[in-house]
């Protein structure tokens, strides 16, 4: 063979390798014949190569002052990572050791788009189930690949669910002042905004702060010099008051909720929710505690007020009898705590056959992920009731960009692949946790109030 030929013959074997090779790395994982076969399908029958995980981590930061905790899933595909918020604000750096020494070590080399299977393993992997500690993480791990997904598929997460049933979120804000009067003062101020849901509390929860009289425990020096002081009577009294003023001066067509937060006895509680019936609540939220959840079927058996229940729930299970009874009409899940939007999504279809609707819990100790993973499930259950507003500082969008938005009482999302929310973490760690949280409050003899 004369040297010319040879050269030919060497030019063709490395074009074929090099074409090989080609179709090897845009379908990483596949044979050569695997690889041709796809390159000649057309773009949407063409498979996504396999991802696997390769680190999981959590991502600390308190821009608003509350502490917030993401999940970091990043792949083996160069670029490509997940986010997901496992806030649980007053424990955070327990839930930052569970991501980073628990869940990166069971998550590594798994495939990104089995977020069922690894939901399940990572449920049962520390054998005892739920716990907040454990449920945040499992939360911000879910979301994380729920993320991933979305950003593979080239579409928001609320396709990957079903696609919109509802052009944006309907949300209720929340309005207060220490006495009626202010009360409806600030309900006219959101309804100028454009909210149709306004939630309205006089003080604090239970009222607290409405009074400046001092307990006698704090007299007596008992307790801590941070516990706040509940004057229970005080407060029965007030919300039905409140709720005459509220309507008397905004009209009957604002929608009106509020929050017993359980901090008053199961009978009391059942005894106002009768007094504000008249003003026809949109709902009365968590009137009972977990531990008093037999006293629903009393209450239903002496009042129409609509009742939203679950945002101290740790297991997804515990909504299963509720539901099926039809003890509350609201699913008041924190999305972050129950386990993620897998576990959401179940509920929230298991809400639709017994005519429940969802009303997340969106508090300011949740990360804007979070909101966004709210959001993303309110765009496509059919059987969505409300989702609590929320508002972004500076702070915050600097360090988290594509966040919720809000106008005239709706939310949001980000329309792009993914959750739609991502994290700056250098602006992220400007903002250190803190590990104190006050949520001590008392009667006036000392005694503990739940929760």
Not at 77 to 87: D, F, H, K, Q, R
């Amino acid at each position: 063979m004369n040297k010319p030929d040879q050269n030919r013959r060497d030019t063709l074997k490395m074009l074929g390798f090099g074409s090989s090779a080609g179709l090897l790395g845009l379908f990483g994982g596949m044979s050569t014949a695997e690889a041709r076969e796809q390159q000649g399908k057309p773009q949407y029958a063409v498979g996504a190569p396999p991802v696997k995980i390769k680190s999981v981590k959590a991502i600390a930061t308190a821009p608003q002052g509350s502490n917030l905790i993401v999940v970091k899933v990043e792949t083996t595909e160069p670029g490509l990572y997940g986010l997901g918020c496992a806030t649980f604000t007053q424990r955070a750096a327990v839930v930052v050791v569970a991501i980073n020494t628990y869940l990166n070590e069971f998550c590594v080399g798994k495939d990104v788009d089995n977020i069922e299977d690894i939901w399940q393993g990572a449920y049962v992997s520390s054998y005892w189930r739920n716990g907040p500690v454990l449920n945040n993480a499992l939360s911000g791990l879910d979301q994380a690949l729920w993320d991933i997904k979305g950003k593979r598929a080239k579409m928001p997460v609320y396709q990957l669910l079903g696609g919109k049933v509802r052009f944006a979120i309907p949300c209720y804000t929340h309005a207060g002042g220490n006495t009626p009067e202010a009360a409806a003062d600030s309900v006219k101020k959101f309804m100028e905004q454009g909210f149709k849901h306004i939630r309205i509390q006089q003080g604090g929860y239970g009222a607290v702060g409405a009074t400046s009289d001092k307990p006698d425990f704090k007299v007596a020096g008992f307790g801590g010099e941070t516990d706040n002081y509940m004057n229970v009577q005080l407060y029965l009294k007030s919300v039905p008051k409140m709720f005459e003023v509220v309507r008397k001066q905004c009209g009957d067509e604002v929608e009106l909720l509020h929050d017993i937060h359980e901090r008053v006895q199961p009978i009391e509680a059942i005894n106002m929710i009768k007094k504000v019936e008249e003003y026809r609540p949109f709902f009365i939220e968590d009137p009972f505690s977990p531990e008093n959840m037999k006293w629903f079927a009393q209450l239903r058996q002496v009042t129409s007020v609509p009742i939203a229940m679950g945002e101290l729930f740790n297991n997804v299970n515990e909504f299963k009898e509720p539901m099926v009874n039809q003890w509350f009409d609201f699913i008041r899940i924190h999305v972050s705590q129950i386990g993620g939007i897998t576990p959401a999504m179940k509920v929230a279809r298991l809400g639709e056959w017994f005519n429940v609707r969802t009303a997340w819990h969106g508090p300011g100790d949740v990360s804007p992920v979070g909101h966004a993973a709210h959001a993303h499930i309110d765009l496509a259950v059919w059987n969505f009731g409300i989702q609590e507003a929320v508002s972004f500082s500076d702070k915050m969008k600097e360090v988290f960009s594509g966040c919720p938005t809000m106008d005239k009482g709706y939310m949001s999302v980000n329309e792009v692949p993914g959750i739609g929310v991502d994290i700056n973490e250098k602006e992220a760690a400007k903002y250190p946790i803190s590990t104190k949280s006050n949520w001590q409050v008392r009667k006036m003899d000392g005694t503990l109030i739940r929760p």
